[in-house]
């Protein structure tokens, strides 16, 4: 009995395993360096750094953030930093209910918060020309597009979720999609947050985290890598490349605190910066020796601890400010 029964719970897997592997999913990391979080948000705990091209496999989705294995570690990770391939069939990639599974920027157009690519850099012309949109055409469905997108659909009698879905797409590109009233532009708040770095905004960035940096005044952007920091952020500019864009800002090496923007993970922070390199250096060949710090709101230097009057007067100014 014991044996049959075995036998029968044998051939029940065996069956399953066809259907089970062909709905699998895997995607690979296509940011230079990504965090795998414990839960689904941005001041989770990091569970693991998947490098660029690391491949993992999808378990399940969660809003904007797609719920992973990789190297024997589980957690959460920004779905817009995963290119993603489906195992299964043609004649499996249909739900249930019918419809096509969704991919990253979807091919009919539609787009969400998360996605990256062609679908939302046509979304993103289509807003900036209806006067909604007012950031740079990147192709990241970040926290500005969705204000965008959000502003649009109130304004032309749809519901206000953010999402380009049918409905919304069709709007966009019709001939009667409503412009943009001076209330309904993203330029109000520009898609610039304000981090509080001892509420919590000192872990939105976590050390290791690779970012850009955009100065206010010349709209020079360069990408920076966070070493280390508790009363701020200590960076390093990732390569002799954007140690040259940083000098280039500043003619020279200089304590004076300039605007700036900070982007990373679809969001974009005021901040300030000085141009010095002092203290540790961790990376050998970007021709800058030491780091330079990025100062948020409420954060202070470390020499002193306390908040300097001057990196919180940039820091304001940053906020009149877009990507």
């Given at each position: 009995?014991?044996?049959?029964?075995?036998?029968?719970?044998?051939?029940?897997?065996?069956?399953?395993?066809?259907?089970?592997?062909?709905?699998?999913?895997?995607?690979?990391?296509?940011?230079?360096?990504?965090?795998?979080?414990?839960?689904?948000?941005?001041?989770?705990?990091?569970?693991?750094?998947?490098?660029?091209?690391?491949?993992?496999?999808?378990?399940?989705?969660?809003?904007?953030?797609?719920?992973?294995?990789?190297?024997?570690?589980?957690?959460?990770?920004?779905?817009?930093?995963?290119?993603?391939?489906?195992?299964?069939?043609?004649?499996?990639?249909?739900?249930?209910?019918?419809?096509?599974?969704?991919?990253?920027?979807?091919?009919?157009?539609?787009?969400?918060?998360?996605?990256?690519?062609?679908?939302?850099?046509?979304?993103?012309?289509?807003?900036?020309?209806?006067?909604?949109?007012?950031?740079?055409?990147?192709?990241?469905?970040?926290?500005?597009?969705?204000?965008?997108?959000?502003?649009?659909?109130?304004?032309?009698?749809?519901?206000?979720?953010?999402?380009?879905?049918?409905?919304?797409?069709?709007?966009?590109?019709?001939?009667?999609?409503?412009?943009?009233?001076?209330?309904?532009?993203?330029?109000?708040?520009?898609?610039?947050?304000?981090?509080?770095?001892?509420?919590?905004?000192?872990?939105?960035?976590?050390?290791?985290?690779?970012?850009?940096?955009?100065?206010?005044?010349?709209?020079?952007?360069?990408?920076?890598?966070?070493?280390?920091?508790?009363?701020?952020?200590?960076?390093?500019?990732?390569?002799?490349?954007?140690?040259?864009?940083?000098?280039?800002?500043?003619?020279?090496?200089?304590?004076?605190?300039?605007?700036?923007?900070?982007?990373?993970?679809?969001?974009?922070?005021?901040?300030?910066?000085?141009?010095?390199?002092?203290?540790?250096?961790?990376?050998?060949?970007?021709?800058?020796?030491?780091?330079?710090?990025?100062?948020?709101?409420?954060?202070?230097?470390?020499?002193?601890?306390?908040?300097?009057?001057?990196?919180?007067?940039c820091v304001a100014q940053a906020m009149k400010y877009s990507w």
């Amino acid at each position: 009995m014991k044996k049959r029964l075995a036998a029968m719970l044998m051939t029940v897997l065996l069956c399953l395993m066809p259907i089970l592997s062909a709905s699998a999913k895997t995607g690979t990391v296509t940011a230079n360096s990504l965090n795998m979080r414990k839960s689904a948000n941005t001041e989770s705990s990091v569970v693991k750094v998947l490098r660029e091209g690391a491949k993992v496999t999808i378990k399940d989705t969660q809003g904007s953030w797609y719920k992973v294995s990789a190297g024997g570690s589980t957690g959460y990770v920004a779905k817009k930093y995963i290119s993603v391939s489906d195992s299964s069939s043609s004649s499996s990639s249909k739900s249930s209910s019918g419809s096509s599974s969704k991919s990253s920027g979807s091919s009919n157009g539609t787009c969400a918060p998360g996605d990256k690519g062609d679908a939302v850099k046509k979304v993103q012309k289509r807003l900036k020309a209806l006067g909604y949109y007012t950031s740079s055409i990147d192709g990241d469905y970040g926290n500005g597009t969705k204000k965008a997108v959000a502003a649009f659909q109130k304004r032309n009698g749809l519901s206000a979720d953010g999402v380009v879905g049918p409905k919304t797409l069709s709007k966009l590109n019709s001939s009667s999609a409503k412009k943009a009233s001076a209330s309904d532009s993203d330029s109000s708040g520009s898609g610039t947050e304000r981090l509080n770095w001892f509420k919590g905004g000192k872990n939105i960035i976590p050390k290791g985290a690779t970012f850009q940096v955009k100065d206010c005044k010349t709209g020079k952007v360069f990408t920076v890598k966070r070493w280390s920091g508790y009363n701020h952020i200590d960076a390093e500019p990732k390569t002799a490349a954007d140690t040259k864009v940083l000098k280039s800002i500043y003619g020279h090496w200089s304590w004076k605190r300039r605007p700036v923007l900070v982007k990373y993970d679809g969001h974009v922070y005021a901040a300030s910066m000085n141009g010095m390199p002092h203290g540790t250096s961790t990376i050998s060949n970007n021709n800058f020796d030491g780091h330079f710090c990025i100062h948020f709101y409420g954060s202070k230097t470390h020499g002193s601890g306390k908040v300097d009057e001057a990196h919180q007067n940039c820091v304001a100014q940053a906020m009149k400010y877009s990507w």
